[in-house]
């Protein structure tokens, strides 16, 4: 699969950084700007599972043209940076440090408030890390998953009932032998517990992250609360971003991608005739949403 670069992208530059997780690990990534003109402020970017930041190039690309400096990395086990995946729970730590790395950047200090943006596992991370950091003034998380350990057995159900029940204990039992009092965080809990504001962002269709045990019972229980806008999108899916025919594309293509690769056909050709522009189609509506509620973020904190 071939993912968009920085140099695909006339309007913006990237500088290469790496820093340090919890154990010593170095997670690599860039620090993405406007080609022209200061930064109007700083997000950190958690991209989802399956892939790192650079998935995620096009959105990251939209928010740095627009005036902010935004700070993308691949988690830890994952592309470009070092250790071991040894779960979900391991997002939040290292948005944690990927924030204590802004806070002695020379470039990234200067910024008094962070944003901070994920897609699924990195919408669970960002919003289990609003405390991570005092610079933290909000959040805007697409399409996340409430629990690292019930979200691995969602897709099962009926008569398979019992047995996700018990996969779902013991996930969590392994959870806290591999990460401690950092295991078995709740997003939801996170959202209730905080005060900064945060943008949701969820697609009805979604079967990634099944919408009715996740997004639907956040919307659900956030409703009311003023620091919380929570959008539903019924025609989407996933990749709620996306335009509706890039989601099509995109979900055809990995059809196409999988049913190759089963019967040992030739893939390579297949991922050189993909249409990337037509894949990555933002919809204009939910990253003006996006652009939106950063552009506040900022502007509060400098009022």
């Not at 047995?163 to 950092?182: A, I, K, Q």
């Amino acid at each position: 699969m071939r993912y968009f670069k920085a140099e695909d992208f006339s309007d913006i530059i990237a500088e290469p950084v790496s820093f340090a997780s919890d154990g010593g690990q170095m997670l690599r990534g860039f620090i993405y700007r406007p080609r022209m003109g200061p930064a109007a402020g700083l997000i950190v970017f958690s991209h989802g599972f399956g892939a790192g930041h650079h998935a995620y190039t096009t959105e990251i690309a939209f928010l740095a043209r627009n005036g902010f400096a935004v700070l993308a990395y691949d988690g830890t086990g994952c592309v470009a940076s070092e250790g071991k995946f040894k779960g979900f729970d391991q997002g939040p730590i290292d948005v944690a440090a990927a924030l204590r790395f802004a806070r002695e950047h020379e470039a990234l200090k200067e910024f008094r408030r962070v944003v901070l943006a994920g897609h699924s596992w990195g919408a669970f991370s960002v919003c289990n890390a609003l405390d991570a950091d005092e610079r933290v003034a909000g959040a805007v998380a697409m399409c996340g998953f409430i629990s690292s350990a019930s979200v691995m057995g969602q897709t099962g159900g009926g008569r398979f009932r019992p047995l996700v029940l018990l996969f779902t204990f013991f996930f969590r039992m392994y959870n806290r032998r591999r990460f401690g009092e950092n295991a078995n965080r709740s997003a939801l809990a996170s959202l209730l517990k905080t005060e900064k504001d945060v943008l949701l962002l969820y697609g009805e269709k979604d079967k990634t992250v099944p919408f009715r045990y996740n997004g639907k019972k956040v919307a659900e229980e956030v409703s009311g609360r003023k620091n919380i806008v929570c959008r539903l999108f019924p025609s989407k899916a996933h990749n709620v971003y996306l335009t509706e025919a890039a989601e099509e594309y995109m979900h055809g293509a990995f059809a196409e991608i999988a049913a190759r690769t089963k019967k040992g056909g030739d893939v390579a050709r297949l991922y050189s005739s993909l249409d990337y522009g037509k894949m990555t189609e933002e919809d204009p509506e939910v990253m003006a949403l996006i652009l939106s509620f950063c552009r506040r973020i900022f502007s509060e904190c400098e009022n």
